[in-house]
């Protein structure tokens, strides 16, 4: 899935970078002149001008500023960490071999997981690429279970063509939880977050990421015909913004029983980017025997941007990062009835930036990682706006939902 925009190759990314180093270099030498400040920008177009979809959009936001009004706004130091991040992206995109954990593969519990290793399978790789008669003789499996471990490790891997109508079928599969609100559910493509996916909401502080949280975590409760996949929740907290009260009025203005709805919320609060990564590996092992059908991440890279802070750390930062979500996004593939959604910041504010306000923080690794992406902003009083920004189905487009004591809500 994350191969939709991997347009850019490992060597072309790595001449990039190559290319993108010396010229910096070039203008950190030459001082605060006029030139430099060219050469900066140029550099920066360049880089964004990338065949990468979402910069291009940048791009044409960046182009219809008037640059000589925003170009007095930069701080030197911001650019060269904007500049950084781009170039890292670039390199990164070259980035795909990961190592999964066998355990995460349907099937395979401690039992399992021990003969496999034992026989020298203990990587998901190597039981991928491992026929299944040398599986059920050496790791002393049935053929059944070899069948469907070695399949379940394949689909984990994205590995094997298929045809157009299994995709189809497996599209078809995917259920939507509702936001409460029909235009947000429309924009979203109907009836509002889909699983098998990730879905980022970003948008600046009190844009009502949170409150879209608490929402879905009642709505995904629900009946099918009432919106919702009859799942659980599962909540993990990087801020601190959790509010059962808010889960209880939401509940309560859909006439439910909020001791069960909170029941049905399961929380854990992240105290560090590594808490965090650990906890959705913890995720992935309870997923089916507690029914959960909504991981939300509220908010992604916090720890990631607070931990990691200056240039030095950036690389380290990103590879994190795109691990982490790596981990996010197999467990979508692995599990298509389950929806993944994460909120995150906005990159940088707009007005100290003449980057895009629309783009949000932790640059192509989280981009090319979320399915679909919505942009919140402030409307009049209680009202939101969300924009889709990034769907590989779903036209662009806005809507408006109001935040209320009772949750989400359409605008009268
Ligand atoms: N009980 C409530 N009743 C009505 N609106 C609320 C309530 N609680 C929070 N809100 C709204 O939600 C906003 C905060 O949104 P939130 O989702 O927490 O923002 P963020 O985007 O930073 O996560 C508040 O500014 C307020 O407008
Ligand atoms: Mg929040």
Known sequence: MPAKKKKT???????KVKKSTTKKSTSKKTGESKVEEI?????????????????????????????????N???????????EEEILDAAMDGLSEINYDIKDLPGVGATIAKK??????????????????????????????????ISAAREALNIGFKTADI????????????TNSKSLDELLGGSGVET???????????????QIMHQLCVDVQMSRDDGGINGKALY??????????RLIQMAEAKGLDYKEVLKNVIYARAYSSDH??????????????????????DSLISHFRAEYIGRGTLANRQQLLNLHIHDLLRLAEMYPDVAVVVTNQVQSKPDVFFGDPTKSAGGNVVAHGATVRIYLRKGKGDQRVAKMIDSPNLAEGEAVFRLAEEGILDIE
């Open 9 to 15: 190759s490992k060597a072309k990314a790595t001449t």
């Open 116 to 149: 496999l290793t034992d026989a020298g399978f203990g990587t998901v790789n190597a039981i991928a690429i491992t026929p299944a008669k040398i599986l059920i003789e050496e790791g002393g499996l049935g053929e059944k279970t070899a069948q469907k471990i």
């Open 276 to 297: 965090q990564i650990m906890l959705i590996k913890d995720a992935m092992k309870i997923i089916a025997e507690k029914n959960i059908k909504l991981i939300i991440v």
């Open 196 to 210: 098998g996916g990730i879905t980022e909401f970003y948008g600046e502080y009190r844009t009502g990421k949170t």
């Open 39 to 71: 050469n900066e920008d140029e550099l920066l177009e360049e880089l964004i001008s990338d065949d990468d979809e979402i910069l291009e959009k940048k791009t044409k936001k960046n182009s219809s500023k008037p640059k000589t009004e925003a170009n």
């Open 167 to 178: 995709v189809w079928e497996r599209r078809k599969s995917l259920a939507r939880i509702t």
């Open 73 to 83: 706004k930069i701080k030197k130091s911001e650019i060269d960490e904007e500049l």
């Open 236 to 245: 993990i907290d990087t801020e601190g913004t959790f509010r059962p009260e």
